[in-house]
């Protein structure tokens, strides 16, 4: 089965672009269960279509939270990290009064954060390695 890859494309550029983002509650408390946790599944999406991304996959867990997310390639790395963590902290803590009371912040400053695509570093490293070997590379013997 072929996978298509979806590709985005923008004025001068086409781009394709995956990033795995990671961030604990402070002190990896266990406070996204529950309503807090499907309210943060919500924000993730209303951010999401603000900005044009698409998610791949989310998770929350209790103490953490996993986004593999497809953004544009004008957002870095901390800025997608943090849009979601500065959104995500406001709101919740506005509508859930308990975590205001458990944890002087929602999150710490920290975060981990990966790109991640449809070709790995090998076949990147393959490529860079073997493109003067393909036939359109080559110079003709007559020197044109």
Not at 54 to 79: N, Q, R
Request: hydrophobic share 40%; proline share 5%.
């Amino acid at each position: 089965m072929a996978v298509t890859r979806a590709v985005r494309r923008f004025s001068s550029g086409v781009y394709d672009l995956g990033l795995h983002v990671v961030w604990c509650s402070k002190y990896r408390r266990p406070v996204l269960e529950g309503r807090v946790a499907a309210r943060l599944e919500e924000l993730v999406r209303v951010k999401v279509d603000e900005r044009g991304w698409e998610i791949v996959a989310l998770e929350v867990m209790p103490d953490h939270v996993h986004l593999f997310v497809k953004h544009d390639p004008k957002s870095s790395a901390s800025y997608v990290a943090n849009q979601f963590k500065g959104l995500i902290s406001r709101v919740l803590r506005q509508e859930f009064p308990h975590l205001r009371s458990k944890l002087p912040t929602l999150w710490p400053s920290s975060y981990f954060a990966a790109s991640a695509g449809e070709v790995s570093a090998e076949t990147v490293q393959w490529y860079l390695d073997t493109q003067s070997e393909r036939p359109w590379t080559k110079v003709k013997e007559d020197g044109s």
